[in-house]
Every structure is written in C-alpha cells, then in structure tokens.
C-alpha cells in the first residue's frame, strides 16, 4: 500500500543531489501497517524453527548481495565521498 501523506527527500549534503524520495504516512496508514504487522506475526508464529531460518536466510543473502549498493546509498546520504 502506498502512503498518502506529504512526500518528502533525502538530499545529499556534500553535493545537493536528491539520493531518493519518499512518502510520509498518516496516521491512518500507521495504523493499516500495525494491523498489518500483527496478521503477519500470527502466521509467523505458526512457522517451525527450520520454515524461520529458511526466510531469515533468505533476506540475509539479499543484504550481502547488495550490501555495496546498500553502502553506496548510506554513504550519499551521509555526504561521503
């Protein structure tokens, strides 16, 4: 679901140069992702151990494939050469 509050960017200080741009959440939209997140918790709970791990993994094996695009972003953010 797409938020519907004011939009807003993140600008890098050393250069000026919009780095992305987001959307702020009203609060109607916090309350949505709370639900949300309390439906998802239910169906996680019912996981064993191994169907945890297994998507735990998963996401850690995304981040370390992209950790250097992760860094890229989190340094322009920072004004960082």
């Not at 600008?11 to 109607?28: I, S, Y």
């Not at 709370?34 to 151990?49: G, H, I, P």
């Amino acid at each position: 679901k797409t938020a519907r509050g004011p939009s807003f960017q993140s600008v890098n200080p050393a250069t000026g140069d919009v780095v992305w741009e987001g959307t702020n959440c009203t609060l109607e939209d916090v309350d949505q992702a709370v639900k949300s997140a309390q439906q998802a918790f239910k169906k996680w709970s019912l996981l064993s151990l191994n169907e945890r791990s297994y998507y735990l993994q998963a996401f850690k094996s995304i981040v370390i494939n992209r950790q250097d695009e992760l860094a890229e972003a989190i340094s322009k953010e920072n004004g960082k050469t």
